[in-house]
């Protein structure tokens, strides 16, 4: 057995059993899994600049022969976020690949193959980024509106602006953009959130993401697609690109509500990494910390989600 068992303390015992690691090295060796899927923000990076050993360990995670695919909650088309990774240190070619939320949005707003998006009318309010660079809705046929009586559906990809129908984005605060949910709301508008994650570790700070404005859009009685974590369509996307079946399939990441209940949905093993979302609610300081196995046992029982290994950090 690698690392050590830990179980919960509940009302149902075994209810939740990981074991702890020290790093992927212990994971590795194993030769286990054929396909490994990573998460980036919180894992690899923090959107500024790698972990402190993050591009090492992919390295030497590459020379098992693992097959790597980034997959993503980013609102980015899958070529971007490679992109991004270069600019940041990493090697894209130790990836066979990425699947972001982003990406899959575009692919089905664009094929409209599948029912509910075949469904769906062509006019969109949405909601994009400012200063984190708005996103082109190039080859999608979609015409952009500003309110809720010319709308057809809500496209989310992000928090910050509005999107126009110039192709320009209009910076709002979010507290206006949650005024105009409550318009869509009352017209039984359908959303489409580009990017499900809550929040998401921007330089040791928490950035909020379009899955609040979904999670609002909810409460307020509105119907929302979610295309990504946890939904477990990213991650069979994730296989077929793998070509590996469920069972030689792991998900890393350090959200357990996305990451790793996302993977409990597909039926592929986890490891959650410590150091990124969560890291305050665990008590956590400074990178590489670990993290009191009761924290976690409370935290991933209050999120039900079963992480199969902890880790503190994606480090060797």
Same mark, same amino acid.
């Given at each position: ?10 009302? !149902? ?16 060796? $194993? ?5 490994? /899927?990573?998460?980036? /923000?919180?894992?690899?990076?923090? @959107? ?14 590459? $020379? ?19 992109? !991004?990774?270069?600019?940041?240190? /990493? ?29 769906? *009318? ?11 660079? #708005? ?12 309110? #809720? ?13 509005? @999107?126009?129908?110039? *192709? ?29 994650? /809550? ?53 890393? *990441? ?63």
């Amino acid at each position: 057995m690698i690392g050590r068992c830990v179980s919960a303390q509940s009302s !149902k015992p075994n209810e939740l059993k990981f074991q702890t690691l020290n790093g992927i090295q212990e994971l590795a060796e $194993t030769r286990r899994f054929k396909a490994w /899927f990573l998460d980036q /923000f919180g894992v690899l990076h923090d @959107g500024k600049q790698p972990y402190p050993g993050a591009i090492s360990t992919l390295e030497k995670l590459a $020379t098992y022969g693992a097959k790597m695919v980034i997959v993503s909650n980013s609102s980015r088309r899958a070529s971007t976020t490679l992109e !991004k990774l270069r600019s940041l240190g /990493f090697d894209p070619s130790l990836f066979i690949g990425a699947i972001t939320s982003g990406e899959l949005t575009h692919q089905y707003l664009q094929r409209r193959d599948d029912a509910w998006f075949a469904s769906l *009318g062509r006019s969109c309010i949405h909601m994009t980024w400012s200063d984190r660079g #708005a996103i082109s809705l190039e080859s999608l046929g979609l015409e952009v509106v500003e309110n #809720a009586q010319g709308a057809d559906f809500i496209l989310a990809h992000g928090t910050e602006a509005l @999107g126009l129908s110039s *192709g320009a984005a209009l910076p709002m605060k979010l507290d206006d953009l949650e005024k105009i949910l409550e318009q869509c709301a009352t017209k039984k508008i359908p959303m489409v959130v580009a990017n499900p994650d /809550f929040v998401t570790v921007e330089v040791r700070a928490l950035r909020v993401m379009p899955g609040t404005l979904a999670a609002t859009y909810e409460k307020l009685g509105g119907e929302v697609k979610w295309m990504g974590k946890p939904d477990k369509i990213i991650y069979k996307s994730a296989m077929k690109m793998a070509a590996e079946d469920a069972s030689d399939c792991i998900a890393i *990441g350090d959200s357990l509500h996305h990451d790793i209940k996302g993977a409990n949905a597909a039926g592929i093993a986890s490891a959650f990494i410590t150091c990124g979302i969560h890291a305050t609610e665990l008590g956590l300081d400074k990178f590489g910390e670990v993290a009191d196995d009761n924290s976690i046992h409370a935290l991933a029982l209050q999120n039900n989600a079963h992480p199969t290994y902890v880790i503190p950090s994606f480090t060797w």
